[in-house]
Each structure stands twice: as structure tokens, then as C-alpha cells.
């Protein structure tokens, strides 16, 4: 066996190669990083929102209850279980069609965070039969009915 006194025997990385390791090693780190932190703040927000979407959702169910028109026109206060009370509004009117009703709900409710009321607004459409006027009622089935065949006759 001849061995060469000149020949080098490469046993280990070279700089350019460790470099570059460690390059992808901390781009790696940061990108997981950033992914951990928008994790762990999402988680944060849901259970801060999770509470006050709760709040909301009583008062909503209190309010579409309703079945009365009086009881909605002077709207009302409910007690939450982590906002205190809240009060809400409704205003509606009629659609176009027979017994729908567009209810616009608005809520005040205590925001916490700021220590302020913050309102909320939301749209509902209801089936209330009995708060349509029956003629009103009668003259919007015609007119659906007229639309209805309208149409109908317009496809043959």
C-alpha cells in the first residue's frame, strides 16, 4: 500500500457548506416562529371574542323570541353572564313578501377592553304572520301570484 505524502483526505464540511446550513436553520426558525406567535394570538382572540359572541347570542335568542310587535317597539334590557346588561332595539318593516319582515336588531353592550358601550347591528328576516295587516297581507300574495305567472308564462 502507497501512500501519497501530497493527497488530503476531506474528513469534515467545508465553511460554505456549515454557512449555508445555517442560513436554512435560521430562516426556518423564524418562519416557524412567526407561525407559533399568529397561533397563539388567534387562540387569544377567539376566547376574548368567544365570551362577548356569547353575550350577543342571548340577546338575540331574547329578542327573536318575540312574538308580540308591542313587546319588540319598546325594545328591552338583558342580563349577560360576562358583560353585564345589555339593551337592544329593533326596528322593522315589511318585505315584499307576504308575512317577511326585515328586522334591523341593535345592541349596546359593554365592551370590556375599553370600558365603553359598543354597539352592534345586525339584519334578520322573520315569518310573523301576525303582524301583517291582512289586507296587506292579501294584496302581496296577489302580487306574487301575478309575478309567479308572469314568469311562468314567460318560459313557455
Request: glycine content about 6%; charged content about 25%.
Given at each position: 500500500?502507497?501512500?501519497?505524502?501530497?493527497?488530503?483526505?476531506?474528513?469534515?464540511?467545508?465553511?460554505?457548506?456549515?454557512?449555508?446550513?445555517?442560513?436554512?436553520?435560521?430562516?426556518?426558525?423564524?418562519?416557524?416562529?412567526?407561525?407559533?406567535?399568529?397561533?397563539?394570538?388567534?387562540?387569544?382572540?377567539?376566547?376574548?371574542?368567544?365570551?362577548?359572541?356569547?353575550?350577543?347570542?342571548?340577546?338575540?335568542?331574547?329578542?327573536?323570541?318575540?312574538?308580540?310587535?308591542?313587546?319588540?317597539?319598546?325594545?328591552?334590557?338583558?342580563?349577560?353572564?360576562?358583560?353585564?346588561?345589555?339593551?337592544?332595539?329593533?326596528?322593522?318593516?315589511?318585505?315584499?313578501?307576504?308575512?317577511?319582515?326585515?328586522?334591523?336588531?341593535?345592541?349596546?353592550?359593554?365592551?370590556?377592553?375599553?370600558?365603553?358601550?359598543?354597539?352592534?347591528?345586525?339584519?334578520?328576516?322573520?315569518?310573523r304572520p301576525t303582524w301583517s295587516d291582512p289586507v296587506e297581507r292579501a294584496t302581496l300574495?296577489?302580487?306574487?301570484?301575478?309575478?309567479?305567472?308572469?314568469?311562468?308564462?314567460?318560459?313557455?
Amino acid at each position: 500500500m502507497i501512500r501519497r505524502a501530497n493527497s488530503r483526505v476531506s474528513t469534515g464540511f467545508t465553511l460554505v457548506e456549515v454557512m449555508m446550513a445555517m442560513a436554512l436553520f435560521g430562516i426556518a426558525v423564524v418562519a416557524f416562529s412567526g407561525a407559533y406567535i399568529n397561533v397563539i394570538n388567534a387562540f387569544a382572540a377567539i376566547q376574548v371574542d368567544q365570551a362577548f359572541e356569547q353575550d350577543l347570542t342571548l340577546v338575540r335568542q331574547q329578542v327573536l323570541i318575540l312574538q308580540d310587535v308591542e313587546d319588540l317597539e319598546e325594545g328591552g334590557e338583558v342580563f349577560t353572564g360576562s358583560h353585564g346588561e345589555a339593551t337592544w332595539r329593533v326596528e322593522y318593516e315589511p318585505t315584499l313578501v307576504a308575512d317577511l319582515f326585515k328586522l334591523t336588531l341593535f345592541m349596546e353592550i359593554l365592551d370590556p377592553e375599553k370600558d365603553m358601550m359598543r354597539e352592534v347591528v345586525e339584519t334578520h328576516y322573520l315569518t310573523r304572520p301576525t303582524w301583517s295587516d291582512p289586507v296587506e297581507r292579501a294584496t302581496l300574495q296577489a302580487d306574487t301570484r301575478d309575478r309567479l305567472l308572469e314568469k311562468q308564462s314567460g318560459l313557455d
